[in-house]
């Protein structure tokens, strides 16, 4: 660097920005500057971290996941009423202690998820999340003893798809296979008599054949709606928390105990993920993969079906886990619509082959200006949504009916502020004035950095 650019920069520094911790890490040497990057691990006095978690709470938490695993814990639990906070909390636990390991076999087999064109990331990052979900969420359910005949069928398709979905993160299988393995799965549950009951008995076969139809439409729906929505850092593990979170709360309101542990099992699983895949500061270290993303959607469909949830009344029933799953259903039907109305897809394969940023959360984060707005947003109306489907316990039928027409309502008016947004934010970058990338005046280049474990000199690109 010339000396005048090295003038200016330490005059910078040593006005306004004389504190800076930028400029701490400044130092100069063979008149050329350079910033010095500390390595975080214990020889320099900082904090041990696992993964970006501090060694202080991840240890806690791993010795406390151990202790309720033991019987006398587990029945003092029990015993107390409080059995579905043991069951959150082992499947917290155990998800939450996984991930260190599980990030380690994937990055020794190289599971990794790569950039590309299509994708938001910008550096290769581990899949394999969802294996510490899914161990968390067997963990506690069999350590709590939560077992029956029909849920047998559940937790065997999903061990199922849950086995294709990371050989597809370990090597990329067609979206025909993968569907045709969904089908699979969805007939085993069918087949254990977890169906729908949309449309009344009365009509005979054509009851029989449409709610056997729709349920499989909801199933395979909802799994790959949850799967387009493993496109952000912390979206999919998130939504999954928050949706189990209601089931849960609807579950225990109608009296479905069984119901509402295997919810409170998915909500711990995804809760003890998410401290590595969503960081308000920083970069998710690990993503959920297909063996994540799909197996949560699949398992909370599947639960959707399985539960009651209003007493003799079909519509509230059916109206209740519409209103918590509307955001995949909105988005679905949406980016379909869509896709067809504009030419993109023409038939039903170029449909399920079809990966683009057209999705509700690439819109809200065009329209945000930012990710975590629009993951952050995205959680609020959920939210928002499953507490109407709370408020329905008590509900008439017309109320029902009111409360999706309200949800339609508000996934309307916010694709139009969305749209609205992104029309602006272009219209601006359009008049905004030219910048020069390099200053007349002053040399900029970027700037290497020094190891100070090691003293070595680092050239950025």
């Known amino acids: 660097m010339q000396a005048g650019s090295l003038k200016l920069i330490n005059s910078h520094f040593n006005g306004a920005m004389k504190s800076s911790i930028f400029a701490d890490n400044l130092t100069v040497q063979d008149n050329r500057t350079y910033r010095v990057v500390n390595r975080r691990d214990g020889n320099h006095g900082l904090k041990p971290r696992v993964l970006g978690i501090s060694g202080y709470l991840y240890v806690p938490l791993m010795v406390t996941t151990c202790l309720l695993v033991l019987p006398p814990v587990r029945e003092y639990f029990m015993y107390a009423g409080w059995r579905w ?81 990371v050989v597809d993160d370990y090597r990329e299988i067609a979206a025909e296979l993968r569907l045709m393995v969904q089908l699979i799965c969805t007939a085993l549950v069918v087949s254990s008599g977890i169906v729908l009951r ?83 500061k920083g970069h998710a270290v690990m993503f959920l993969g297909d063996a994540g993303s799909s197996v949560i959607g699949f398992i909370l469909a599947s639960l959707a079906v399985f539960g009651d949830w209003a007493q003799g009344d079909p519509v509230v029933a059916l109206v209740s886990p519409v209103l ?76 029902a009916v009111l409360l999706v027409f309200q949800a339609a309502i508000m996934v309307v008016l916010i694709t139009i502020l969305e749209r609205r947004g992104r029309l602006r934010r272009a219209d601006r970058s359009r008049r905004r004035p030219r910048v020069f990338e390099k200053s007349p005046f002053v040399e900029q ?16 690109p």
Not at 120 to 143: D, K, N, Q, S, Y
Not at 221 to 240: K, Q, R, S
Request: proline fraction near 3%; charged fraction near 10%; charge should be positive.
């Open 85 to 165: 906070v043991h069951v959150m909390l082992l499947s917290f636990g155990v998800s939450f202690s996984l991930n260190p390991v599980v990030l380690k076999i994937a990055r020794r087999f190289q599971i990794l998820d790569k950039p590309s064109a299509r994708k938001l990331h910008r550096e290769a990052t581990p899949l394999l999340g969802g294996v510490c979900v899914f161990i968390g969420f067997l963990a506690a359910l069999l350590v709590n003893g939560i077992f029956s005949m029909q849920f047998a069928a559940i937790l065997a398709a999903s061990l199922l798809l849950f086995v294709v979905g």
């Open 198 to 280: 949309v449309i009344p008995a009365e009509f005979g076969i054509f009851a029989l054949v449409g709610n056997i139809v729709l349920t499989v439409l909801w199933i395979v729906g909802i799994t790959n709606a949850m799967n387009f929505f493993d496109g952000m850092d912390g979206l999919a593990a998130g939504l999954g928390a928050v949706i189990a979170f209601f089931l849960g709360v609807v579950a225990f309101q109608t009296a479905q105990a069984f119901v509402g542990w295997i919810a409170v099992a998915v909500m711990g699983g995804c809760l003890g993920f998410l401290p590595y895949n969503f960081k308000l």
């Open 324 to 399: 918590i799953f509307w955001i995949l259903i909105f988005d679905m039907v949406h980016i379909t619509v869509d896709r067809i109305v504009s030419g993109k897809v023409v038939n039903f394969r170029q449909w399920i082959k079809y990966v683009g940023k057209d999705h509700l959360h690439h819109r809200l984060a065009q329209a945000m200006g930012g990710r975590k707005k629009s993951v952050l947003f995205i959680y609020l109306m959920n939210l928002c949504l499953g507490i109407s489907a709370v408020a329905l316990r008590n509900a008439r039928p017309i109320d």
């Open 445 to 460: 280049q970027p700037l290497p950095t020094v190891d100070v474990a090691s003293r070595a000199i680092k050239t950025n």
